[in-house]
């Protein structure tokens, strides 16, 4: 009985706080707001990982050193969506992308962003050098 009105108690605690949906893999993390699509992420057999976000693929380069979860930026508001690969923070918000704190200008739905060692790329425009 004491657990059940303890569940009872838990649940309706967390009704009150609602936040973000995330979803975790091993070097990944997503934070989403509900109505963004967050699909089809993969690592390739040289290590490089890509998810697609709204129609954006985003793609982190095996180059690409990686980073603690400390030295990204977390972000708060609506309309965005939050990649962390590698310990990288890539946002789309707005139609822009971020990575980390800086921003790279526009992307569509259909843009290939690449984050490497040499910088930020958007199709094969370089938008400049990593954060």
Known sequence: MKA???LASAVALAACRPAP???TTSSTTVV??????VRDY?????????ISIDGVRIEIA???PERTSYATVPAKGDN???VVLRGW???????RVHVGERDYGPVASGDTVVVAKGGVR???ELRGTLP
């Open 4 to 6: 059940a009105l303890l």
């Open 21 to 23: 949906p995330t979803t």
């Open 32 to 37: 989403s707001n509900s109505s963004t699509p």
């Open 42 to 50: 993969a690592v390739d057999k040289d290590g490089r990982q890509s």
């Open 62 to 64: 095996p180059d690409l």
């Open 80 to 82: 965005q969506t939050i």
């Open 89 to 95: 923070s890539i946002r789309i918000r707005e139609g």
């Open 122 to 124: 958007v199709g094969s």
